[in-house]
């Protein structure tokens, strides 16, 4: 099992940059490909970013291609989501998840695919 801790939300500009961190408890990072999700108020949670195990295939969401980076760092068992260009829209509380998986280079986009899932870091753009 293994429990995810995300920090690194606030508030911002429109157009400003934001990092977020997903710190994972555990010895075994390694076993996991990752996501990230948000969900604004009165919506559905919807697919932001993910990285396969070894790290070495991503993939974002239509909405944040171009202005998100998803990565990894498994000496820190961390992984992290650049957020740059931000926008309104991207205002929503973003959820890390975690998936064990054999396979190393494939990546998961929906919510029912992952195992754990963190408590959620409000990230919130000014107009």
């Known amino acids: 099992q293994v429990q995810l801790v995300e920090s690194g939300g606030g508030l911002v500009q429109a157009g400003g940059s934001l990092r977020l961190s997903c710190a994972a408890s555990?010895?075994?990072?390694?076993?996991?490909?990752m996501g990230w999700f948000r969900q604004a108020p009165g919506k559905e949670r919807e697919f932001v970013a993910a990285i396969s195990r070894s790290g070495s295939n991503t993939d974002s969401a239509d909405s944040v291609k171009g202005r998100f980076t998803i990565s990894r760092d498994s000496a820190k068992n961390t992984v992290y989501l650049q957020m740059s260009s931000l926008k309104p829209e991207d205002t929503a509380v973003y959820y890390c998840?975690?998936?064990?998986?054999?396979?190393?280079?494939?990546?998961?986009?929906?919510?029912?695919?992952?195992?754990?899932w963190g408590q959620g870091t409000q990230v919130t753009v000014s107009s």
């Open positions: 555990g010895r075994t990072f390694s076993s996991y490909a």
């Open positions: 998840a975690a998936r064990t998986t054999s396979y190393t280079g494939t990546y998961y986009d929906r919510t029912t695919q992952y195992d754990y």
